[in-house]
């Protein structure tokens, strides 16, 4: 598959409020198609002046971008256990008042919640590899039309940028993944005898778009880290996959590869 199309997949499987967050690698593209096509000097350097431009303007986006996200997500976690925790207190067998009808609404509540948070965060970092793999293509595309070096010098200077590191958000999908440990046995325990499975109505709970593109996100994940499995100056950031079992219970086929 072509990477234009396939970036255009992974465009279409984030959520829709994302889409224009993405790399612009069609205006970059024609760029460089500007830059090879250039009769005069002066015609040719402003078309290179304006690739330069652009693409830097995009790694700025991705970097204002991931870093909002980030603060918001923060944010959200600390929410969450705060959350659960006054439910536990005030609802729970050991609470103010306990109350097993209005306690299960509002773990239904918060596992939507959680489900949904954790497809975000998910997403974001796939975001992060999604934008990386575009500005190595586009770079490289440049190497090979203009016959001028950028790819590797520029990858280096992408590598030091705040959205190509995804330890913070890495950390808040663990930290994500330890509260749904905490909160699913209780489903299980409490659910499962009423007929119904915890797994199942965790996805239930969620937003379909969410739960469904998080999947196809770990597909994609999954396949661009076998594809760049050993460290090297053009390797995709750390990556640790979420690992909870409800979402590896959807089978993860790896996608179609890009060229």
């Given at each position: 598959m072509k990477f234009g199309k396939w970036l255009k997949?992974?465009?279409?499987?984030?959520?829709?409020?994302?889409?224009?967050?993405?790399?612009?690698?069609?205006d970059l593209k024609k760029l460089v198609n500007l830059i090879c096509a250039a009769p005069h000097l002066a015609e040719n350097a402003q078309a290179e002046a304006d690739f330069r431009y652009l693409l830097n303007a995009e790694m700025?986006?991705?970097n204002d971008f991931v870093e909002e996200k980030e603060e918001d997500f923060i944010i959200r976690q600390r929410e969450l256990q705060v959350w659960l925790q006054t439910i536990n207190a005030l609802l729970g067998p050991n609470g103010v008042r306990p109350s097993g009808a209005e306690y299960r609404e509002e773990m239904r509540k918060i596992i939507?919640?959680?489900?949904?948070f954790h497809g975000e965060m998910v997403l974001l970092m796939n975001y992060s590899i999604v934008n990386y793999t575009g500005?190595?293509?586009?770079?490289?595309?440049?190497?090979?039309?203009?016959?001028?070096p950028l790819r590797l010098p520029f990858i280096k200077t992408v590598l030091e940028q705040p959205f190509f590191t995804t330890s913070m958000i890495s950390k808040l999908v663990k930290e994500c993944e330890n509260t749904m440990d905490a909160v699913f046995p209780f489903t299980e325990e409490e659910e499962n005898g009423n007929g119904e499975n915890y797994r199942t109505m965790a996805v239930e709970a969620t937003e379909q778009i969410i739960f469904r593109?998080?999947?196809?996100?770990?597909k994609n994940m999954k396949e661009m880290r076998r594809t760049s499995s050993t460290y090297g100056p053009l390797s995709l950031p750390p990556l640790n996959l979420p690992e909870f079992d409800f979402v590896h219970s959807f089978q993860l086929q790896s996608p179609v590869s890009i060229l």
């Open positions: 997949q992974q465009i279409e499987e984030s959520l829709p409020e994302w889409r224009d967050q993405f790399l612009a690698y069609k700025d986006k991705f939507k919640d959680i489900v949904d500005l190595s293509k586009i770079a490289k595309k440049y190497d090979k039309r203009t016959g001028r593109n998080t999947v196809a996100a770990l």
